[in-house]
Each structure stands twice: as C-alpha cells, then as structure tokens.
C-alpha cells in the first residue's frame, strides 16, 4: 500500500495517535512539554550525527514520530477547554445555584419541542471575566424575537454540567457536544434579563447577516419553505429548519450527505468558480488573479456555511488543490489530504471525534483510492453511458469506505444509495450552479422570478426523488448491531482484500485470508461473550416503569400496559438491545418479587402491598406507593432502595432522607440514571 511509504502519511498517523492518547488518557501537561523538549533534542542530535551518512539510520525516523506523537499529545491539551484556568466551568461550584451569566451569541441549533436552542460563548460569570462555550435553552414564549448571532445579554439561571446516558447504551449527548467544546448547558423561561446594545460584528455576525438577507430575500420571492429550508441546507450549510419529515427521506435514501455541506458541494464550487474565469490570459497575472479569486470564493462559501468541520476539511484540501493547478504541478492527492488533515488538527484537534469529518475524509480515501480500480472493470464506449459508470463507481468507492463507520453510528444502511446517487449527482450539479447563482444575487437583494423559480421546483422535484426512494423500506436495513471491535476487524478486511485485488499475489491473499478469518474470530467472541451475559436493569422511563432481563440474546421486558404497544419500538430499549445484539423474546406484566441470580428483589407498585415474610435483597419503589419506609426498612434491612422515574419527585426526596438516616443505599434513576443487577 504505497500511501503508507509516504514519511507524512506517517507522521500524521502518530500525531492522530497522539491526539487519541491525550483523549482518552489526559496526561501531565508538564511531563508532555517535557517529553517534546526531550524528543526534539534527540531528534536534532541524531540529524547532525547522521546528516553525512547516504542511508538515514532508522533512529532519525523514530525520534520524528515520537516528536509528532507528543505534539499531538499537546494539541489535544491546550485545546482542551476545560484545561484553561479561566474557563466558566471552574466556577460553578454547586449546580442549585443561579448565576449572572454575560454572553454573546455564536450558533443557532435545531430548536426543540419546548426550547429554542443556541450555542453562545461566556464573557462574564457572575461579574468575572470567564470564556467558554455553553448551551442556551430559551423557553418558547409567544412574542419572543429570534436571537440573532453576535448579539450580547445577561441572564440568569443555573448552569448544568453535561450528565451521563440515564439509560444503558444511550446515546451521550453530553460526550457529544463535550467533543464540540461545549462544556455545560442553561435554561431560561425568558430569553433575557438585559440585551446589550452593541453587537459583536466579527466573522460569525457577517456570515450570520449575509445568510439571513440572503433568505429573507428569497421568502420575499415566495419561495416555498420547505424547499426554501432545503436549500439553505444544500448551498449554505444550515439543516436547523429542514423538516423531519425530509430529513428522514433523505436519510433512508442514502443521500443525507447532500444536505451536508462537504467535499462534494466545495468541488462544485471549485468547478463552477473555474469555469467562470476562463476568459483570463494564461500568464502570470492571470494565473494569480485565477488562484486569488478561487481561494477567497472557497473560504468565502466556508464562512458562510459557518465553518463546520466538513466544509473547513474540504475548502482546505481544494485550496491545496487550487494551488497545485497555479504551479502546474500534479499534487498527489493523498499528500493534500493528508495536509489537510495535519493543518485541521492542529488548529481543532476536536475535529477528529467529529462525525461527518471521519466519514467525510474515510469516504474521500476510498473514492481516490478504489474509484479508479472499479472504473477500470468497464469502459463503456457510449459517453452518456460511461459518464453514469463513473458516477456509480464514485458512488460505491465512497460507501464501501463509509459503511462499516455509517452502521456503527446510524446502525442503519440504506440499501438503494446507488439508484439515489445515479438520479441526483447530475441533477444535484444544476441545482448548486443556479442555487450559487441566486444566492449570490440575492446578497444584492435582487431575486430573478424566472430563476428564483427554477430553482424552487428543482428542489421540489429533488425531494419528490428522495422521497419516492425512501418509500421502499425494504431496502433499509435498520437496527444493525455493530461494536468497535467488528468495525477495526472489518476495516481491515476490506483494505486486505482492496489490496489483493489491485494486485493480486500469493502473499497479499493470505493477508486477506488472514483479514477474514479475524473478522469471523471478532464475531464469534462478541455473539459468544453476548450470550454468556446475564443482567437485570430497571431503566429511567419518564412516568413509567420498565424492567428487563437479559440471558445472552434473549431479552424478557417487564412493563405496564401502558407501553406495551410500543415497547418494540421504544428508542430507549432499541439502543440497549442493538448494543448488546439482543432482542425480545417476550413481553410480560411486572410481577412483585424476581429472583435473579442469588438476589431477592421486591416491587412495590402503588398499592404497597407485599407479603410479610420475603426479606428482599433489594426493593424497587414503583408508582409512587403511600408507605412507611423506615418500617420496612427496619424489618428487612435491604442492601439497596432504587426509585424509578415513575415515582413523584417529592416522595423521592423523603425517602431518600429516610434511607440517609438508616444507612441503607439509595438509587433514583432520575439522578443516578438506570440500575443493573448483573
């Protein structure tokens, strides 16, 4: 495999390692900066001891990725938001309290059911000068205006830090937005105490400004929301007002990835940019007119798609390419790529835990990599006809790179990505060059009904497409249970195999026969070591109560009839049951006593009946019962008391007290999160 005989695909490969090792293991920031001083030393030693010698001693090559190991180490440090003294999270002491919190606003999210959601960076908590961002939770309230971006207030309220999952193998929304720098969240039932009168124009105000002049003037145009939403998803990177409804088509199609502004939308930016200045002279004034105008029109597009991490991945890799066509050189394209990757993660090493920026760089290693070899199985002679080969062959390249990730995040494939892929990259071509075209205009609040118009049905019959594909759901393979064990055994598979097929010999097929054989070994441990666990949990279900157990793959759910309808399709039990590759076996109403294992365990429902004589190991308050805790207690003296979210929160505080008093344990799975017996 050539790419890896590259001395950058090696640094940068140590420096990612460096950057996983920090995360996950957070080393003494002293030791590391001594560690790098050290290697570096070492480092310039061994150059001048070997610099005359016509073969570079292998130790010259140690010390260089032992150097960019440690300073991969150290970028993950210093850009760790938590690790700066004077971030606002230091400062909150006690999650009760209410603080006087002083930001500007930076990001719009998605809004939810009850809340409209933003992103804002902390100047001031409580009159001292902090920074960070934090999570901003306005409570929905008739007559309240829109926030918009750079905009600065006061508010008060308490400031969360992020909670684990409450429920097992949930998704970590606070892992999630942690790896995005934002370290804790706020609630208010008004959206401000005092809004400052100034407004911080940087780069995220004007980007902010010009996308919403630019959309305001084409709602002026009578421009239809739900395209008008899509739109904005397509061209300017902005998914907030697109509807679930859409958002769902164009996921179980395989084509979530247009409303992602990435590699594919910057190309044709790039294309489109290229095409337009033609009519230059080919000389040297020319040519640096050419690469000007390219550069800024691609980080241009960047800042106005609000600089996410696919869009910087792509604008950066296409400038290096831009910059390569202006020096007439052929770059090598995994040179660039990987450029881009050091650059990026040296700047945001948060980026590499992003999940569009994996799936975006794993799928553009694939198509460069893998395209041309499927190309080369056929050469059509008819142009149209070769034209849609190329585009499939692009299609599947991209997705056999991006599947084994896409299932272990989504655990989901969508079974007709080809046909959607063959249907809208032309069509999708169209539509950015005259989306480009009107918005540009639009930014000079000027609007052509004839194109404004074009533009509206080439989104509505795209969605109409999308949507049409989404219908057969029997090509949507859902529920997918995938670890990472399988994902690392089945990326090496298909590299073996990849590699074997571009050159096949003795040795590469028992690389691959090798490859095979410990993915099977992977499967077989996980389903075996799957079905040699037993456990009990009591799950946090918001006025329910729901209990399973779980013997290997089969899984008994205990549940009031209330939910029984849906407890297949609950998302709370989907999740634990694709993590552990089970499923249910049976569904049954929760009985008062479970034996599990050598436990006794007691449900008390809201009757708070039970029989006198049963000495339980552990008690499971459901339903809020009217009882005397300190009784029961005193006669059965349990290991453990757990409250389910069925329960009133005030009857959960007073028996909580009550167990403090007698010593005895206490779960409330509001606080603590669900409880498991194994």
Same mark, same amino acid.
């Given at each position: ?56 001693? $292998? ?177 300017l990177g902005q998914q907030q007002d697109v509807s679930p409804e859409i958002l769902n088509d164009y996921q179980f199609a395989g084509a979530i990835h247009i409303l992602s502004v990435s ?5 044709? $930016? ?409």
């Amino acid at each position: 495999m050539k790419v890896l005989q590259f001395p950058l695909t090696r640094i940068t490969i140590w420096f990612v390692f460096g950057i996983l090792f920090s995360f996950y293991t957070f080393p003494n920031p002293n030791f590391i900066f001594i560690s790098i001083g050290i290697s570096f030393l070492l480092l310039v030693l061994n150059y001048f001891l070997s610099k005359n010698d016509f073969i570079q001693k $292998i130790y010259f090559g140690i010390f260089t990725y032992l150097m960019f190991f440690n300073i991969g180490i150290f970028t993950q440090i210093i850009n760790t938001d938590s690790n700066q003294a004077d971030n606002y999270v230091h400062q909150i002491k006690n999650e009760t309290d209410e603080h006087f919190v002083q930001l500007v606003i930076r990001e719009k999210l998605k809004s939810s059911l009850l809340n409209d959601r933003y992103i804002g960076v902390v100047k001031r908590i409580n009159n001292q000068k902090s920074y960070g961002k934090i999570l901003v939770n306005f409570h929905k309230i008739k007559g309240n205006s829109k926030l918009h971006i750079g905009s600065n207030f006061l508010i008060k309220g308490k400031v969360f830090k992020h909670k684990k999952p409450i429920n097992p193998d949930q998704f970590d929304y606070g892992k999630y937005l942690t790896n995005k720098s934002v370290l804790a969240q706020m609630y208010a039932d008004s959206y401000v105490i005092k809004i400052s009168k100034t407004t911080d124009k940087d780069i995220w105000y004007y980007s902010d400004f010009l996308r919403t002049k630019i959309l305001s003037n084409l709602e002026k145009s009578n421009f239809s929301k739900d395209e008008l939403h899509v739109v904005a998803a397509l061209i300017l990177g902005q998914q907030q007002d697109v509807s679930p409804e859409i958002l769902n088509d164009y996921q179980f199609a395989g084509a979530i990835h247009i409303l992602s502004v990435s590699g594919l939308h910057v190309g044709f $930016i790039l294309l489109f940019i290229t095409f337009l200045l033609k009519p230059l002279r080919k000389n040297k004034v020319g040519n640096t007119i050419r690469l000007v105008t390219i550069i800024v029109s691609l980080w241009g597009f960047a800042i106005l798609a609000g600089l996410s991490p696919s869009v910087v991945r792509s604008v950066t890799m296409f400038s290096f390419v831009a910059f390569g066509m202006h020096i007439k050189r052929n770059t090598n394209i995994f040179h660039t790529l990987l450029v881009s990757i050091l650059l990026i993660l040296l700047f945001k090493p948060s980026f590499l835990f992003d999940v569009g920026f994996q799936l975006s760089y794993i799928a553009l290693f694939f198509i460069f990599w893998l395209q041309p070899l499927l190309e080369n199985l056929w050469t059509p002679n008819n142009k149209i006809l070769n034209y849609f080969w190329k585009i499939l062959t692009v299609s599947f390249a991209a997705q056999i790179g991006a599947f084994p990730l896409s299932i272990y995040y989504f655990h989901q494939f969508p079974g007709l990505f080809f046909l959607t892929n063959l249907i809208i990259i032309p069509f999708l071509s169209v539509i950015m060059a005259l989306g480009v075209f009107v918005m540009v205009l639009a930014a000079f609040d000027y609007v052509p009904e004839i194109s404004a118009k074009i533009l509206e049905y080439s989104i509505y019959f795209l969605n109409k497409i999308i949507n049409w594909v989404a219908t057969f759901e029997q090509f949507i393979i859902k529920d997918i249970p995938f670890n990472w064990q399988i994902l690392l055994s089945l990326y090496l598979l298909i590299v073996a195999v990849i590699i074997w097929f571009k050159n096949p010999t003795f040795h590469k097929l028992v690389f691959a026969l090798i490859a095979l054989l410990l993915f099977q070994t992977t499967f077989i441990v996980t389903r075996w070591d799957n079905k040699n666990q037993a456990e009990w949990i009591v799950f946090n279900l918001k006025n329910n109560t729901l209990i399973t157990e779980r013997t290997g793959e089969k899984v008994v759910a205990f549940c009031n009839d209330s939910i029984r309808k849906e407890i297949a399709t609950n998302p709370t039990l989907k999740s634990y049951l694709i993590a552990n590759f089970s499923s249910i076996s049976s569904q049954k109403k929760i009985q008062n006593v479970f034996y599990f294992k050598d436990k006794k365990i007691l449900i008390l429902d809201s009757l708070g009946i039970y029989a006198k004589k049963i000495n339980p190991d552990i008690i499971v308050i459901t339903q809020s019962p009217k009882l005397n805790l300190a009784r029961l207690l005193q006669t059965y003296k349990p290991e453990m008391i757990v409250a389910d979210a069925s329960n009133f929160k005030t009857y959960i505080k007073v028996w909580e007290a009550t167990c403090t008093k007698e010593k005895i344990p206490f779960h409330a799975t509001g606080e603590k999160g669900f409880y498991r017996v194994k």
